[in-house]
């Protein structure tokens, strides 16, 4: 009787142990949070090819955000050598729930393989200042936690557009990534009214003003009138010499006055009569 119930423990204990030795090989340890729906024997071809490993197309198969952005060449997983890795070398399972799928080192990360190289203001900013939720337009994407995944490379989908759709959508043609004040690349030259003299040294804001629509701050660099010098400046001689201040006047200076000679002073207050008429204005 004693034996027989040393034998029903002894096969008990080996059952035990060989179960849990089964059970090791079949999987190696818990998923991670984000997969543990998929624990379990009937679940395991999921992400495995049946008797093999995991094969990237079974993970493509879900995470379809990086197979679309693979397939328009987007993004780091799009980088000639990270394609061509399998994901479960960078993304390694089974290893229980707290363990970080996700993982890399934010000041080791090579931005560039993600198609946008850092320059400027860009390479001295905090990760988190760029990739936040409400820069996500994707819904689906927007609810992913802690993703990188989602932003465009257009400048107003990060930054406000300063200028409200009155400059165009190509903000590099003016700006560049260190600062947004001055433009370095806007070349006056190229507008209608060209600087010349003291308009040169002048502040942009004098010219073109800042002013709020829909209640936001902004500047108007557009639609501005130049035909007359009274467009911008106040008319002293109020208008009893006409409206073409450069018979007299340049842009180096108000006070340096040209064509003397042909001034007509009868338009003023005082006609020269007698020998007025031969005395230097000086």
Known sequence: MFKLRLEKIFVLIFAIVFAGNISAQISPGPLCKAHAKLEGMSKCTSCHVLGDKVENSKCL?????????????????AAAD?????????????????FEIVHFNKKRFNHSKTGFVLKGKHSTIKCEDCHKKEFIKDKKIRKLKGTFLGLSQNCS????????GKLGTNCADCHD???????????????KFKLTGAHVKTD???CHPKSRRNGIETQRFTGLKFGNCSSCHKDVHRGKFGKNCARCHSTASFKKISGIKNFNHSLTNFP???????????
């Open 61 to 77: 198969s879900c995470h379809k955000e990086i197979k679309n952005l693979i397939a328009k060449n987007e993004g780091f997983h």
């Open 82 to 98: 990270v394609r061509k890795k399998d994901c479960a070398s960078c993304h390694g399972e089974h290893f229980g729930r707290n």
């Open 157 to 164: 989908s990060c930054h406000r557009d300063y200028h409200q």
């Open 177 to 191: 990534e260190n600062a947004f004040r001055p433009a370095p690349k806007f070349n006056h030259d190229k507008a």
């Open 204 to 206: 942009c804001q004098k």
């Open 272 to 282: 020269l009569k007698g020998k007025h008429r031969f005395v230097k204005c000086s």
